[in-house]
């Protein structure tokens, strides 16, 4: 069985740091693609970040030179680092692997709160 969990979010000071985990039970190879999305209190979920199993990476603007995306293959793990948070970087994130299957699937989020 897949499931993916996040776990790192929390509350932090503005300009502060965060590091967001999601391990992926049942392997990490079984997906072409993870991605970490966010949902702000009110907005539509939102791609932040996302990482294919070759390595190639996206940033939505509002992240890019801030937020870095990696994965751990032997680990099952992927990461987003976030540097310099800003208040609107607060919403719950959530983390999506793109099964090879064709299927998607989804974490239950952890929530980041950043204060300014």
């Known amino acids: 069985q897949v499931q993916l969990v996040e776990s790192g979010g929390g509350l932090v000071q503005a300009g502060g740091s965060l590091r967001l985990s999601c391990v992926a039970s049942g392997g990490i190879f079984r997906f072409d693609a993870m991605g970490w999305y966010r949902q702000a209190p009110g907005k539509e979920r939102e791609l932040v970040a996302s990482?294919?199993?070759?390595?190639?990476?996206y940033y939505a603007n509002s992240v890019k030179g801030r937020f870095t995306i990696s994965r751990d293959n032997a680990k099952d793990t992927v990461y987003l680092q976030m540097n310099s948070l800003v208040a609107e970087d607060t919403g719950d994130y959530y983390c999506?692997?793109?099964?090879?299957?064709?299927?998607?699937?989804w974490g239950k989020g952890t929530l980041v709160t950043v204060s300014s």
């Open positions: 999506k692997g793109s099964g090879r299957n064709g299927v998607d699937y």
């Open positions: 990482i294919t199993s070759g390595g190639f990476v």
